[in-house]
Nanobody, 115 residues
């Protein structure tokens, strides 16, 4: 059984919205710092949003004001609400602890934004 399972990706037009979910097969309240990453072919996996130790949220400049990370520890789930999507947001999205990786990577969920 995978430790992490991401879902919610799909094909959307530019300007549209998607909500990604990440279900963790462990108690997420053990991991204060959870984050969402994304990767495109041939490039490194980049952190786009995460929680700080004090529960604050942090965002990459490229998604600030458009993406919102949230969590429901009762459901061991982390979410990423993505609004005003752009073609450059096209990537496979993953979640994990941040900035250090403590869990096995899940399969990710593909997000494709058409222009």
């Amino acid at each position: 059984q995978p430790q992490i399972l991401e879902s919610g990706g799909g094909l959307v037009q530019a300007g549209g919205s998607l909500t990604l979910s990440c279900t963790v097969a462990r108690n997420t309240n053990r991991f204060k710092r959870m984050g969402w990453y994304r990767q495109t072919p041939g490039k490194q996996r980049d952190l786009v949003a995460d929680f700080g130790n004090d529960g604050t949220t942090n965002y990459a400049d490229s998604v600030k004001g458009r993406f919102t990370i949230s969590r429901d520890d009762a459901k061991n789930t982390v979410y990423l609400q993505m609004n005003s999507l752009k073609p450059e947001d096209t990537a496979v999205y993953y979640c994990n602890t941040s900035p250090n990786i403590y869990l096995s990577w899940g399969p990710g969920t593909q997000v494709t934004v058409s222009s």
